[in-house]
């Protein structure tokens, strides 16, 4: 037994009381206190904080030893070993919901006394321990967190600011090469003019880059404004987009009405703008384009939302590294972009407390779920 622990006897019975403070103090415990009510009971436990209480549940006053016992355990986690002489089945069960580190039925012998001390006393060290350890658990990942946060936001703000910058020097080297072409091209030969063309395409495919790095950043850094969205109209607007950039261009669209969920709006748009631009983009050199947008009713009860395309497809054993930041399983001749739309697209999902996922066949298309939070 641990030296001393120090007791809070909580019994009605004047003479039972005075005989288990002799008891216990023959077992080396130091009894603090006593008392005949739940009431003055609950008084003594918030003043004296004692190791232990023992605790009778037939007890003066309007509150019973179970009722102080609980709200004992509620405020300061104390340890409670019943002692009592009641054993029926509904008492048994009352006590039970206290979470009671012992009981003991009346009369009892030294030797199960101190055993149940010893026991009580050696778990509610243990739980105390575990209580201690996960409380610095959690500081030290709330720390890590904000150390995290903070490193996340020094890196996006390099980031927005490295391509900010960039943009300048860009615009002066496409600028002056096509000065170049347009002023002196008449006397240039065929390859220097095939020099300037390739400055400028580089030039150009670099600025796309950008332009894709700080929408990335700024996914990021913009403030989230939760409201119930109509995907089905968002994914609506968008396509219409699409057929007026090419309107020449047949392409079936398919739209699942009536899909709401919450969330940001822009963000979202800005999600499915980067999934059917994909759709749009990898069925381009398919005579009959079919692209799909709309829901299935995942394992978990739960929306995932996805869209489908009949288009190039990919292999599924990289799928994984279709949501990278300029991962491409592509060249830019077969298809141009900057392979930053999909890592953008994760990462608004994300922010929405959502997942990604992807599918596919090389030749067979491709089709790109997500989870999103139902409407409020």
């Known amino acids: 037994m641990n030296e001393h622990p120090r007791v ?144 996340m936001k020094e890196i996006e703000s390099f980031s927005y600011s490295v391509s900010h910058d960039l943009r300048a020097p860009l615009r002066a080297m496409d600028g002056f090469s096509k000065a170049l072409l347009d002023d002196w091209g008449d006397k240039f030969d065929q390859q220097a003019k095939d020099y300037l063309h390739r400055i400028r395409a580089a030039a150009q495919r670099m600025s796309q880059l950008i332009d894709g790095l700080l929408a990335l950043s700024h996914t990021s850094r913009q403030e989230m404004r939760r409201e119930k969205v109509n995907l089905s109209a968002l994914a609506q607007a968008v396509a219409a987009e699409l057929r007026e950039r090419e309107p020449k261009r047949p392409v079936e669209f398919q739209c699942q009405p009536g899909l709401e969920v919450t969330g940001d709006e822009r963000l979202l748009r800005v999600a499915l703008e980067n999934l059917l631009g994909n759709a749009w983009k990898f069925t381009s050199k398919q005579a009959n384009a079919c692209v799909e947008f709309g829901a299935l009713r995942g394992a978990e009860g739960r929306n995932e939302y996805f869209v489908r395309d009949n288009g190039a497809g990919f292999e599924m054993a990289y ?27 994760q990462r608004i999902i994300h922010r929405h407390g959502g997942k990604v996922r992807a599918e596919g066949a090389v030749g067979q298309g491709a089709t790109f779920f997500f989870t999103l939070p139902p409407p409020a």
């Open 8 to 151: 809070l006897v909580i019994e009605d019975e004047p003479i039972v009381a005075a005989d288990l403070k002799i008891r216990l103090e023959m077992l080396g415990c130091k009894v603090v206190g006593s008392a005949a009510s739940g009431e003055k009971a609950l008084t003594l436990a918030g003043q004296l904080l004692p190791d232990l209480v023992l605790m009778d549940i037939r007890l003066e006053g309007a509150m019973d030893g179970i009722e102080a016992a609980q709200q004992i355990r509620q405020r300061w986690h104390l340890a409670v070993v019943y002692l009592t002489a009641f054993a029926d089945d509904t008492t048994v069960e009352r006590a039970k919901v206290t979470e009671p580190f012992g009981y003991i039925l009346k009369p009892f012998k030294d030797r199960e006394l101190k055993t149940v001390i010893e026991m009580a006393l050696y778990k509610h060290h243990a739980e105390e321990e575990i209580r201690r350890l996960n409380e610095t658990l959690e500081l030290r990942v709330l720390e890590r967190t904000s150390e995290l946060q903070t490193a």
């Open 319 to 345: 799928a994984d590294k279709l949501f990278g930041a300029f991962q491409r399983l592509h060249t830019t001749s077969e298809f141009p972009g900057s392979g930053i739309g999909l890592a953008t697209v």
